[in-house]
Each structure stands twice: as C-alpha cells, then as structure tokens.
C-alpha cells in the first residue's frame, strides 16, 4: 500500500480499478475538510491524463512496475530515446509521459536513470535527486545580494524556468533538485 504522502513525480497506483502514473505534482489545498493534494496522472493502460485531488489519509495499492537503468541517447523531436547499457536496447518515450522530468534530461548528461515498465511498455522514468544544468538566460546578477532569499527566474538549457537567487548569472552551472525544481546550489 501506498500513502498518500508517499507519491511523487513517478509514482504507480490503483485508482478505481486503473493503474495511473503520477506525471506532476499540481499542490497541495488545505480546507475544512482537511489537507487534498492535486495530481495530474496518466492512465497506463489507456494513455489518457488527468487531474485528482485525493485526501491526504487515503491508501493506494501498489501497481508492479519494472525498472530498467539506462541512458537517455536522443531527442528527436518531442521523443526521448533512452538506451539500455546491458542489452543495448532502444525504447521510446513521448515527452507527454514524461511530464515534469522532461525538463531536466539532456542527451549531454551522463547519469543514468530508472526507466519504469508497466506490462513491457515504457511508462516512466525516475531521476537523480539532484543534477546539474547550465542558465542559458536571466537577469544579470546582483553583487552583494548573497542571502539567497530574493530569487529571480532563470532559463536552463533544456528549456525550463526555474527560480535562483539574485547573485547567480547567465551561462553558470547550477544543481536543481528534481523533485520540486528547486535552486540547491552553484555546481562545483
């Protein structure tokens, strides 16, 4: 069984009957009624998407998923080509399942990364904590402002935006932490 405050980005369930593949995490809502957290999620069977809101004391049973260690090889297009490093096999994933974690894959990276099977068929993919990219684009930096505490948007290499603090200037490595797409620090 899995708890509510156990799924993240990657993450397989039962939900009424169908196995689902957490894709993002959309936040979380406190009310009367309690704490709900939304979830956009993909039907493996069928391949449609969706948003939920689920309680935070709801139980999910567990869906048995593979998972293979590989190495994304290209992109063509909106395709990501991820190659197994035992068998050399090839298999292809649609940006759409990979959701968030699109934004941190480069064919230039050199970890690997879990790649989740459901049935034989690619579904998702799990990633480092912690990896590394290079600001294409923001605003010049401000000397002196080193608190951290003030933070601007910042362009990556791979397209998305995330959110650094003042100091940091274009064209610098920086490690972002997968899981909620924040700044940890200057890469060494």
């Not at 156990?6 to 704490?35: C, D, H, T, W």
């Not at 939920?52 to 063509?76: N, P, R, T």
């Not at 799990?126 to 402002?145: M, Q, S």
Request: hydrophobic letters at 35%.
């Amino acid at each position: 069984m899995i708890t509510t405050g156990e799924i993240k980005v990657g993450s397989a369930f039962m939900f009424e009957g169908a196995p689902y593949i957490v894709q993002r995490m959309l936040g979380q809502k406190s009310g009367r009624g309690g704490m709900v957290v939304k979830l956009r999620v993909k039907n493996i069977v069928t391949g449609g998407t969706q948003d939920l809101g689920i309680d935070a004391g709801e139980k999910f049973e567990d869906v048995d998923l593979d998972e293979h260690i590989m190495k994304l090889s290209y992109i063509d297009g909106d395709t990501y080509v991820f190659m197994d490093q035992e068998s050399y096999d090839q298999f292809e994933m649609a940006k759409d399942d990979l959701g968030d974690n699109a934004g941190y894959l480069s064919p230039d990276d050199d970890f690997d990364v879990n790649i989740t099977f459901y049935e034989g068929k690619p579904v998702g993919v799990k990633l480092p904590v912690n990896v590394t990219r290079t600001i294409t684009y923001c605003e010049p930096g401000i000397k002196g402002d080193t608190s951290g505490k003030s933070l601007k948007p910042a362009t990556l290499d791979t397209g998305i935006t995330v959110q650094v603090p003042l100091f940091i200037d274009n064209e610098e490595k920086i490690v972002i932490d997968t899981r909620d797409g924040s700044f940890v620090e200057r890469a060494k």
